[in-house]
Each structure stands twice: as C-alpha cells, then as structure tokens.
C-alpha cells in the first residue's frame, strides 16, 4: 500500500532568506527573512541569521530572496477594473498639453478622446459626427452638438431643470455649454456601442496585472455590468483569473455601467450564477451622489436638519451657470 506524505507538517515549511520585508507590525517593521508554512500563516519573522539557524535545526527547505521586496498584499480595493483597463487598452488620450488650437487635430488623428475641454472646437472640427469626451473620473462629460442630438436634447432649446439626478451647464445667457454631469449624460453612455467579449476580457487582464504589480489581492469592483460578468466568467473558466473579486453591480444608475436600468435589474436576479472561485457577486452598488471633483463639484452633504443640501448643485433645481472658464455657481 502506498505511504501517505501530507505536506501541511512541523517539517514542510519554507524558510525565506535575504529579502527586504516590510511586516506592517509597529514593534518590527522591517525584516529580512520568515518561516512560512503551506498554511499561510507567518511562523516567524527576522533576521536572515535568525531564520537561517532555526532551518538548519529543523531541516527546512530555504529560499534565497535575493534582496526583493515583500510585502502584505492590500484587500478591499476600492477599484473600476474594467473601466480602467479600457481607457489603458481601447482608448486614447490626448495629453496634457492639447488646446483649443490642437484639440480637433489631435481627435482627428488619434481617432478618440477621452480629456476634459471646451466643446465648441469639437463643434467646428466635428459638425456632423457625434463626439464624446470624458474627464478622468467619468462623473463628467462634454458632447459636441451632433452628439447631443443622437440623445434627443437639442442644444438651443431652454431647459429650466436638469436632468434627472444630473446637471447640464449653461452660460450666462442660456446657452448650453454641452457639458453633462453625473446622471445627466447617461444616454450617451448607453448609445456607445459595446466593446466585444475578447477585448472585455483583454481589457480585465490589463487591470488584473496592475493590480499585482501594486499588490492587490482583492478587490471590490464599484461598477459591475452583465458583459463584464461574462469576462469575468469565461477567465475563469480559462484558468485566468488571478485575483479575488467583489463585484458590485450597479443600481438606479445606467450611466456608468452604460447599461439600461431594465437589464442591470435583470442582472442582479442571475447574479449568484456568475459566482465563481474567485468572484464573489453578492453585492450591490446604490448610487448616492458624486465626487468634490473641480470645477463642479457633486457630492451632497446634509443640512442640520440632516436633509440633503439644496445649496450643493447635485440637488440645485436649476442648472449650473458656467460664469467663467474656472468658476461654475448656482443661479
């Protein structure tokens, strides 16, 4: 009969020699070896002398470091991995030094623009072809007025409220500034054509891989859709997936997972079959408010009476007033 050798034993651990180790512990911070059984959990921690005699006592294998750095990995990242990995992936920026003169030339040529701008150069470059440009965060939006009209708002038209949980920005005189705020430019979002699976998943992998590189363990996805599920499930599938998953599916907002209500709503009653080894879908995202982001902020807070602020613009029952290129403030 054929003998047993468990590896979870007193004598299996491994012993780690030479590193640079930072332990997270007050009392020690800095190490240069550790004993780590297959368990996972830290048996010892010191100096490299202190690990190497206690190995040779116990007959431990040893691995040489090599003057690497280790660290704890970070759990509970707040993060948009997919999103992200497409504006590194399947978008192009435009840099930090275009300006009204350049703007037009450079979306000509690189095709796509995601930076923040005024939008009457994108009138004059692109008169009869849709443009959407998006500030970082993605709580913000610029659409040229070809863009505008594929959503159905005519720019000239007086609008006295914004849209629901959204704000437009106007000039003094009226004029729309084709700039859109949080829920304001959600039906742009949802008119962008969705990108096939090969290159959601392509994209995912990019933000897997960045992830490690900081030392991401774990993560808690802000803005799960239905096409970024099924990446999710296919690398899985495909022994891909490297990194442990929150997905918090979107909520009352169709903006940022560019998805319908109707089908976000749908989503969470399958969720529990997309859960998986590494994904865990239990979660749900309620969109509150938005971010102290400049020029215009939309994050509420709340009054003394604890009710929502009418004086930050995200709950102003009119649109924001552009006064200056810098300072945008309530009518």
């Given at each position: 009969?054929?003998?047993?050798?468990?590896?979870?034993?007193?004598?299996?651990?491994?012993?780690?020699?030479?590193?640079?180790?930072?332990?997270?512990?007050?009392?020690?911070?800095?190490?240069?070896?550790?004993?780590?059984?297959?368990?996972?959990?830290?048996e010892v921690v010191g100096t490299t002398d202190e690990i190497l005699s206690i190995a040779k006592v116990r007959g431990l294998v040893t691995y040489d470091l090599r003057q690497q750095f280790i660290m704890p990995d970070m759990y509970d990242e707040h993060t948009h991995l997919l999103s992200a990995g497409e504006k590194r992936q399947l978008q192009t920026g435009i840099g930090g030094e275009t300006n009204e003169h350049s703007l037009g030339i450079t979306l000509?040529?690189?095709?796509?623009?995601?930076?923040?701008?005024?939008?009457?150069?994108?009138?004059?470059?692109?008169?009869?072809?849709?443009?959407l440009v998006r500030d970082t965060s993605l709580h913000k939006v610029l659409l040229n007025t070809e863009g505008l009209k594929r959503i159905g708002v005519i720019p000239e038209a007086e609008r006295t409220v914004p849209p629901p949980r959204g704000v437009d920005v106007r000039r003094v005189d009226g004029m729309m500034t084709e700039e859109l705020m949080e829920a304001g430019p959600g039906d742009a979002w949802l008119k962008l054509p969705v990108w096939p699976l090969p290159r959601i998943k392509k994209s995912t992998i990019y933000g897997i891989n960045s992830c490690h590189k900081f030392g991401i363990?774990?993560?808690?996805?802000?803005?799960a859709n239905t096409v970024y599920l099924h990446g999710l499930r296919e690398l899985e599938e495909e022994n891909k997936l490297k990194l442990d998953i929150n997905t918090h599916i979107m909520c009352g907002n169709k903006f940022?997972?560019?998805?319908?209500?109707?089908?976000?709503?749908?989503?969470?009653?399958?969720a529990e079959d997309f859960k998986s080894k590494h994904v865990d879908t239990r979660f749900v995202k309620f969109w509150l408010d938005g971010p102290?982001?400049?020029?215009?902020?939309?994050?509420?807070?709340?009054n003394g009476e604890g009710e929502p602020d009418p004086k930050i613009p995200f709950f102003m029952a009119r649109p924001f007033l552009l006064m200056s290129p810098s300072t945008i403030q309530g009518e």
């Amino acid at each position: 009969m054929a003998k047993h050798y468990p590896s979870k034993t007193s004598n299996n651990p491994v012993a780690y020699l030479n590193g640079r180790v930072y332990t997270v512990d007050k009392s020690q911070p800095l190490a240069s070896g550790f004993i780590l059984p297959t368990a996972g959990t830290f048996e010892v921690v010191g100096t490299t002398d202190e690990i190497l005699s206690i190995a040779k006592v116990r007959g431990l294998v040893t691995y040489d470091l090599r003057q690497q750095f280790i660290m704890p990995d970070m759990y509970d990242e707040h993060t948009h991995l997919l999103s992200a990995g497409e504006k590194r992936q399947l978008q192009t920026g435009i840099g930090g030094e275009t300006n009204e003169h350049s703007l037009g030339i450079t979306l000509k040529d690189r095709h796509c623009l995601y930076k923040f701008s005024k939008v009457k150069y994108l009138c004059e470059q692109f008169p009869d072809t849709p443009v959407l440009v998006r500030d970082t965060s993605l709580h913000k939006v610029l659409l040229n007025t070809e863009g505008l009209k594929r959503i159905g708002v005519i720019p000239e038209a007086e609008r006295t409220v914004p849209p629901p949980r959204g704000v437009d920005v106007r000039r003094v005189d009226g004029m729309m500034t084709e700039e859109l705020m949080e829920a304001g430019p959600g039906d742009a979002w949802l008119k962008l054509p969705v990108w096939p699976l090969p290159r959601i998943k392509k994209s995912t992998i990019y933000g897997i891989n960045s992830c490690h590189k900081f030392g991401i363990a774990l993560i808690q996805e802000a803005s799960a859709n239905t096409v970024y599920l099924h990446g999710l499930r296919e690398l899985e599938e495909e022994n891909k997936l490297k990194l442990d998953i929150n997905t918090h599916i979107m909520c009352g907002n169709k903006f940022f997972p560019c998805e319908s209500l109707g089908s976000l709503k749908s989503l969470l009653d399958v969720a529990e079959d997309f859960k998986s080894k590494h994904v865990d879908t239990r979660f749900v995202k309620f969109w509150l408010d938005g971010p102290r982001v400049e020029p215009g902020p939309t994050h509420c807070t709340l009054n003394g009476e604890g009710e929502p602020d009418p004086k930050i613009p995200f709950f102003m029952a009119r649109p924001f007033l552009l006064m200056s290129p810098s300072t945008i403030q309530g009518e």
